[in-house]
C-alpha cells in the first residue's frame, strides 16, 4: 500500500541555517504530494504542494520538487527562523486510495 | 479562504460520559470530511471518511459503535466518543475537502483536546 517515511526527528538548527528534511514515498498511481506544518497544540497548516513530478511547490521560504525518479519531496529552507520551529508532516494523496496518508512528522527546533 | 472550524477546542469529561465534537467548514461546501487522532509526539491516524449524506466508511480497528459520524450537511460534520474512558484521550482533529479539483486537498481544523478522566 501507499506509505511516506521521513527522517527522523528531532532536528536542532541554530537560526539562518540551512534546512532539509527528507521524504521518500511509495504509491501507485499518481499520487498528489504535500507538506503540512503543526505548530504546537494546534491543528496541521497546508505549507506547499505538488500534484505532478517536476513540479516544485513553495511558500514561505520553503520549497520542496516532486521526483518520480527517486520518490522523492524532500523539504528545504535556506535560511530558517525560529518561527518555524514545528512539526513538519510529508503526506501524499494516493489517486487509488482518496486518502491521504502520512509519514511520522519530523520535529524541527530553531535556536536564536 | 478554505477555513475549517472544530468545537470545542478542548473538553474534559468524565468516563462513561459522550462527547460530540464538531466540524464546520465555513467558507465552502465540503463533500468528503475526514476524522483523525494523534497521540503525543505521532502522526495522524485516520479514523474515518464521510460524505454528506450517507453512512462514513471507518478505518480497520475503529470502532463504529464507539465513535459515531454524521455528516448531515455540506459544512457540518460531528464525531461522537460514546461512552469515553480514559484510553480515548487523545487529540482530534477534523478535515474537509471540496468537490472536483479540491478533492485532492484536505484543510485541517484546529484540532480538539479531548481529556476523560
Known amino acids: 500500500g501507499d506509505s511516506v517515511t521521513q527522517m527522523e526527528g528531532p532536528v536542532t538548527l541554530s537560526e539562518e541555517a540551512f534546512l532539509t528534511i527528507n521524504c521518500t514515498y511509495t504509491?501507485?498511481?499518481?499520487?498528489?504530494l504535500f507538506w503540512y506544518v503543526q505548530y504546537p497544540g494546534e491543528g496541521l497548516q497546508l505549507l506547499l504542494k505538488?500534484?505532478?513530478?517536476?513540479d516544485k511547490g513553495s511558500n514561505k521560504g520553503f520549497e520542496a520538487t516532486y521526483r518520480k525518479e527517486t520518490t522523492s519531496f524532500h523539504l528545504e529552507k535556506g535560511s530558517v527562523q525560529v518561527s518555524d520551529s514545528a512539526v513538519y508532516f510529508c503526506?501524499?494523496?494516493?489517486?487509488?486510495?482518496?486518502?491521504?496518508?502520512f509519514g511520522q512528522g519530523t520535529t524541527l527546533q530553531v535556536k536564536p | 479562504g478554505a477555513v475549517v472550524s472544530q468545537h470545542p477546542s478542548w473538553v474534559i469529561c468524565k468516563s462513561g460520559t459522550s462527547v460530540k465534537i464538531e466540524c464546520r467548514s465555513l467558507?465552502?461546501?465540503?463533500?468528503?470530511m475526514f476524522w483523525y487522532r494523534q497521540f503525543p509526539k505521532q502522526s495522524l491516524m485516520l479514523m474515518a471518511t464521510?460524505?454528506?449524506?450517507?453512512?462514513?466508511?471507518?478505518e480497520q480497528g475503529v470502532e463504529k459503535d464507539k465513535f459515531l459520524i454524521n455528516h448531515a450537511s455540506l459544512t457540518l460534520s460531528t464525531l461522537t466518543v460514546t461512552s469515553a474512558h480514559p484510553e480515548d484521550s487523545s487529540f482530534y482533529i477534523c478535515?474537509?475537502?471540496?468537490?472536483?479539483?479540491?478533492?485532492?486537498?484536505?484543510?485541517f481544523g484546529p484540532g480538539t483536546r479531548l481529556t476523560v478522566t
Open positions: 478535515s474537509a475537502s471540496g468537490p472536483g479539483s479540491l478533492s485532492r486537498e484536505q484543510y
Open positions: 505538488a500534484t505532478k513530478a517536476d
Open positions: 504509491a501507485t498511481g499518481y499520487p498528489s
Open positions: 503526506a501524499l494523496w494516493g489517486s487509488n486510495t482518496g486518502k491521504l496518508i
Open positions: 464521510s460524505n454528506e449524506g450517507s453512512k462514513a466508511t471507518y
Open positions: 467558507d465552502f461546501q465540503a463533500t468528503t
